[in-house]
């Protein structure tokens, strides 16, 4: 069985008062002009700003630099391979070493054979005559060569340990530096970028602080009027009035139960049924009955 529904409609009036109705019509024309305005948002140069010519330069600088950086990189490079050959532990592959022994034994050599093997043929010749040339000044000839030899021997040996230690600890801080020494090439280019970026942050800096502004003057207009209404909101007072109708659908039951009750009253016996009482005559002609003209029994 179904219900009755209906539907109604309300229409609710906000009233002001002339203070707030004030506010709201000092706030439309904000409104209206932010509505008609279009905003075109910065691009390009506008919203970034370029490279200076300080960073241009260093950048220039920086690669300009480049194979000279890779020459210093390289040269460590190559000492570090000549170091792990084992070539640099020969003395007789290494130039300098070889130098600095022979700087060292060479006055042991000069002094004896200058003072030392001279001598002892001066002290034979001087003698009996006996003996010059022979066996003794010989063996004390031989003797002075050992020692000048073991002497020379003891000072290469040491100049070469002294020398290679020496050269390697060199020789390895060198390489260990390559790269910071390499890096200081590019520092002027490093120095005059840093200041390009200093100017560069200033002028995106002015860029930003004018697209703000402009983006604020866009948008002043709603910012306002937005103002306008919330005080008028704000202020007390005003009221709101509703109005409407509300219009009752009956269900189909109903409906149907109405028709048939005005049927039944149509067609109800007696007097009472106002259609039995028109049709009673007409029927009573066609029997025989009665007047056909009558309305009567």
Partial sequence: MGSSSGTSQSQTTQNLTPQQQSLVNLAMPGYQQFAGSTFTPPTGSQAVAGFTPAQQQGQADVLGSTPEMANTVGTAAGTN??????????????????????????????????????????????????????????IAEGLATQGAQRAAGQAGASIMNTA??????????????????????AQPGAVESAVGDVQQQQAQNVLNAN?????????????????????????????????????????PWQIAAGLMAGAGSLMGGGSGGLLSGLLKPVANSFMGGGSPTGYGA
């Avoid at 910012?223 to 909101?233: C, E, V």
């Fill in 81 to 138: 391979r000549y170091l792990s050959s084992g070539a640099f532990l020969d003395p007789g592959s290494n130039p300098y070493v070889q130098n600095a022994v022979k700087a060292a034994t060479d006055p042991i050599f000069q002094n004896l054979a200058q003072n030392t093997i001279p001598t002892d043929q001066g002290t034979a010749a001087s003698g009996s005559g006996v003996n010059y040339g022979g066996s003794r000044e010989g």
């Fill in 164 to 185: 290679l230690g020496q050269g390697l600890t060199a020789t390895g801080q060198a390489i260990a530096q390559a790269p910071t020494t390499a890096g200081s090439l």
């Fill in 211 to 251: 697209n703000q502004a402009a983006m604020l003057q866009y948008m002043l207009p709603l910012l306002q009027a937005q103002y306008l209404t919330q005080g008028a909101a704000a202020l007390p007072g005003g009221s709101t009035t509703s109005t409407g109708e509300t219009t009752q659908q009956a269900a």
